[in-house]
């Protein structure tokens, strides 16, 4: 199988959570993924690009970056932006088995996608901002084979595609 790769950048706010979500969506059927790979990297990156957005830029919005690509069998998200800076490590683990009228409202965000991901890993520096990748292991073995598009068989976006 060829590489695959599409990126999408905007200034990234609430309201694209939904253009977001379509973009993976497409992806992931250009690469003729199974409904559970499909519905494992929609729900992390929906988390993700919340978390950037609700944390990083405090609801303002601010540049952000979505990028899949294929990596042999896999398939990987980077997700950048240049928010306040994001330690992962500072972040308690969720009580999943506290009742549920005792849990706080929100703080499962990174719990989620470290369970639907295989690799979850978190850099930062001043150039560059943070960067999150996600990669989910093996999702392509079992994958339809991607039907040619109008952006050609690599799933390179056309020029002047924004995707």
């Not at 690509?69 to 969720?94: L, M, S």
């Amino acid at each position: 199988m060829n590489p695959f790769q599409r990126q999408l950048s905007l200034v990234g706010t609430l309201a694209d959570l939904p253009r977001i979500a379509n973009f993976i969506a497409e992806a992931c059927a250009a690469l003729g993924l199974a409904p559970a790979a499909r519905f494992d990297l929609q729900l992390a990156v929906e988390e993700a690009c919340c978390n950037v957005i609700e944390h990083a830029y405090e609801g303002a919005g601010g540049a952000l970056k979505v990028r899949i690509e294929t990596c042999d069998e896999d398939v990987v998200i980077t997700i950048q932006d240049r928010g306040k800076p994001f330690d992962p490590t500072a972040i308690p683990e969720p009580d999943i088995d506290a009742p549920l009228d005792e849990r706080p409202i929100g703080g499962l965000g990174l719990y989620l996608m470290q369970r639907l991901m295989d690799e979850v890993a978190f850099t930062f520096s001043p150039e560059g901002g943070n960067t999150l990748v996600m990669t989910k292991h093996e999702v392509l073995a079992s994958a339809d084979p991607p039907q040619a598009t109008e952006e050609g068989r690599d799933g390179s976006p056309a020029a002047g595609n924004d995707l």
